[in-house]
């Protein structure tokens, strides 16, 4: 077994179990070993820290598989990581067929994330040490009782860092349909895992789409009208059919992209819902915020779920400016007593710097608004308590007036 020797002082991080190596901590490799290969990553002073999947030319030159000296990292080892990711995602499916079931680092299979979409699994390998074990992975993942194909989609930016060439292939199995459909609280979706955003859909969404659709519900108990809604940035409708379901009258949803309009449309028929209460509007969500409030509209819930604005923290300060922007003419679009459902998945902003910037939109909109609630991803993308990286998904609900 080759060793990854640290700096001194660089083994304070994995002492904490933070599991990433980070090129400049390293002082030497004692031994050999390609990308991908399972190194003993060890304090300048020769102590055990942790087992780690070596990347040669990634700056995150090794991401921990396990801090435990008397684990065997082998291919076992990785099905058993496998079957308790599983197991721990089983709950899930009363409710949907689209499932993560497996989140990389907080299931310590660093680099690999892995959905389920009905009767396939689609996977993404980000990293070098789970690309060694692609076999392993997609045979234990052929087993999964029903599943008739794994499909990989690891055409991930990240890939290129490791020296990975992109691969969207049939793994295993049969291969997908066009659109896969899946039902997520009573919703029906259609997702194209060849061409999707991540693997399709925006899984990590869920619980939100569930709140959007109870606050639809609950509008209607309690006003005796469906609610009139506005979803920026809607990909393929994804909130806005969480509301149409739950009794908005109409949604309007805005996205840049003709192609996810266009399944947004799709999955409204999907759902029978009427053409007339659905308005699918391609066009900039920057301007189209200024556009409407110059039309007087005004709005019982608006939803703005943007692209990531901070690819990393040099862009932070650019991104909040961005972030503030659609929040404030957000805001102004609201009806009083109306709701504002706001994220950002941004990982290089963390959740109080979103909070602030939102609260800087909410002074300048000149309305007053209360959070309600902290909004984040589902069960089935857990953080790891000490890889705060992790946290990537955050939103509020504000109640405006
Ligand atoms: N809310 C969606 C996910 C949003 S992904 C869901 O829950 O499924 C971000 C979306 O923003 C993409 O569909 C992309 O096409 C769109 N987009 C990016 N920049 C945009 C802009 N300036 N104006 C409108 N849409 C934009």
């Known amino acids: 077994m080759t060793d990854l020797i640290l700096k001194k002082g660089k083994e304070r991080s994995l002492l904490r179990r933070h599991p990433w190596v980070y090129d400049t901590a390293v002082q030497k490799l004692n ?8 190194v003993r990553v060890c304090s300048y002073d020769g102590r055990f820290l942790a087992w780690a999947a070596y990347s040669k030319d990634s700056t995150l030159r090794a991401r ?59 996977t993404q390998f980000q990293a070098a040490g789970v690309e060694a074990y692609r076999d392993v992975i997609a045979d234990e993942l052929m087993k999964v009782p029903e599943i008739k194909g794994v499909f990989d989609r690891s055409d991930a930016a990240t890939r290129h860092r490791e020296g990975l060439p992109e691969r969207v292939e049939v793994l295993r199995g049969a291969e997908p349909p066009l659109e896969i459909e899946v039902v997520e609280d009573g919703v029906r979706y259609g997702v194209d895992v060849r061409k999707g955003h991540k693997t399709g859909f925006y899984i990590d969404q869920r619980e939100n789409r569930f709140l959007a659709q109870r606050l639809a519900r609950e509008f209607k108990l309690r006003t005796g009208r469906g609610m009139r ?38 999955n409204a028929e999907r759902n029978g819902i009427d053409e007339s209460r659905a308005k699918w509007v391609q066009a900039d969500v920057f301007e189209y915020l200024r556009q409407a409030r110059e039309a007087g509209e005004v709005f019982d819930l608006v939803i703005l779920d943007p692209p990531k604005f901070a690819s ?90």
């Not at 921990?64 to 599983?86: G, H, V, Y």
């Not at 290089?348 to 910037?357: G, H, I, P, R, S």
Request: a negative charge.
């Open 31 to 38: 031994g050999k070993a390609v990308s991908g290969d399972t």
């Open 64 to 122: 921990c598989w396990s801090f435990n000296e008397t684990e065997a990292i082998n291919a076992d080892w990785i099905r058993e990581k496998i079957k308790q990711a599983l197991q721990a995602r089983q709950f899930l499916f009363s409710r949907t067929s689209a499932v993560r079931v497996i989140f990389g680092e907080a299931d310590q299979l660093p680099g690999l994330v892995v959905d389920r979409y009905g009767d396939w699994l689609v």
């Open 229 to 266: 809604a506005l979803n920026c940035f809607c990909y393929t409708g994804g909130f806005s059919l969480a509301l149409l379901t739950g009794g908005a009258e109409e949604v309007i949803s805005v996205d840049s992209s003709a192609e996810a309009l266009a399944m947004a449309a799709r």
């Open 312 to 401: 990393s923290h040099r862009h932070v300060e650019r991104a909040a400016r961005a972030y503030k922007d659609i929040n404030l003419n957000g805001l102004r679009l609201v009806a009083s007593g109306g709701d504002l459902l706001t994220f950002s998945c941004s990982g290089a902003m963390d959740v109080d710097l979103f909070q602030k910037v939102i609260a800087g939109a909410v002074i300048d909109s000149k309305r007053d608004a209360w959070m309600v609630a902290r909004l984040g991803a589902g069960a089935d993308h857990p953080l790891m308590m000490t890889c705060p990286e992790g946290e990537y998904l955050k939103g509020l609900q504000l109640t405006v007036r």
